[in-house]
Every structure is written in structure tokens, then in C-alpha cells.
């Protein structure tokens, strides 16, 4: 007498039903924790050139500048106020208020995810950063905000000092 192995249609039901229910619980979870991770590393990755730019000014005695750059192949401020496009960080060692590329180039951060968009409080395409380490214009707030609404936006304010505090979570629109 020979049995046959396997499984049955009703075990094999069972079982896509169960995965089914798995997958319908876990992959919104899943997605909004990418959301997450991808919106902290933005924010992150604003921080820590805020801080490399602060760090290298005090360091060199000279300013530092954080600008919009919407070529990363061919960095330059391009004027524009629209932080997504990416930014560069750059000290002015000869004082002529001129990036001169590539020995003054600090940093060259690429265009944010799609999803992604930032907003300073007032609409600036750089940010200055003197030789003692403050800002030129201090109390700035940038947000930090994906595709979705409510609380879950990050929101970044500068100091006169060039110290950076994570405020609260954000709400976006």
C-alpha cells in the first residue's frame, strides 16, 4: 500500500490564507518604517553638514557656506531656495567669497528622495557660517517632510550659535 505525500487542498488553503493575513498586517508596518529611516537620514544628513560647515569654519578661521546645488556633477550654489535638489558645504579660504572648486569644496550632498522635501522658515538658498562658529541668521527652522500627513515630519532650528536642536516632530500637510 503506497501512500502519496504532500499536501492536501484543503492544508494548502489554509496556509495562503494564513500568509495572506501575515503579509496584509505587516507590509504597511514595513512600509511606513522605510518612510521612517528614509526621512531620518535626510534629516541626519542635513544635520551632519551643518556641522562639518561649523566645524570647518572654526577650524580654518574663515566662513563657511551651505548652499542649494542642483548639479552634483558640477557643484556651485545655483540661487535657488528649493533644498531638495541637494547642497554643497564649502569654506571660503581666501576670502573672496567665491567657491573655487575643488579646493574650497568641503561636501557635495546629492538630490533627497522624491518623497522628500525641506522648507526653511525663511526662504534662503544658503546658510553662512562665520569664523567664530554662529550664524548669520540665527534662529532658522527647517522641516523636513515626506508624502504623508500628520506627525511624522522632523523639524531642525538653528541657534545663533550654529548649534542645531531637533525640535519635535512635525506636522505635515
Do not use: Y
Not at 494564513?18 to 541626519?44: E, F, K, W, Y
Not at 522624491?114 to 541668521?137: E, P
Request: contains cysteine; glycine residues 8%; negative net charge.
Amino acid at each position: 500500500m503506497n501512500k502519496e505525500r504532500g499536501f492536501t487542498l484543503i492544508e494548502l488553503l489554509v496556509a495562503l490564507a494564513i500568509a495572506a493575513i501575515l503579509l496584509t498586517t505587516g507590509v504597511p508596518s514595513m512600509r511606513d518604517m522605510i518612510r521612517n529611516n528614509r526621512l531620518s537620514a535626510a534629516t541626519n544628513t542635513l544635520v551632519s553638514s551643518l556641522h562639518m560647515a561649523r566645524s570647518e569654519a572654526i577650524k580654518q578661521g574663515r566662513n563657511a557656506t551651505i548652499c542649494v546645488s542642483d548639479d552634483p556633477a558640477n557643484p556651485g550654489c545655483s540661487g535657488q531656495n528649493n533644498w531638495q535638489l541637494g547642497w554643497i558645504v564649502w569654506v571660503d579660504s581666501d576670502a573672496d567669497g567665491v567657491l573655487d572648486a575643488p579646493g574650497e569644496l568641503i561636501r557635495v550632498v546629492e538630490p533627497l528622495p522624491s518623497t522628500i522635501n525641506v522648507t526653511l522658515s525663511a526662504a534662503q538658498s544658503s546658510l553662512q557660517i562665520d569664523s567664530q562658529g554662529a550664524i548669520s541668521s540665527p534662529n532658522i527652522t527647517l522641516t523636513l517632510c515626506d508624502d504623508r500627513t500628520g506627525e511624522t515630519g522632523r523639524q531642525l532650528r538653528i541657534m545663533a550659535t550654529g548649534g542645531v536642536s531637533l525640535n519635535s516632530q512635525a506636522t505635515c500637510s
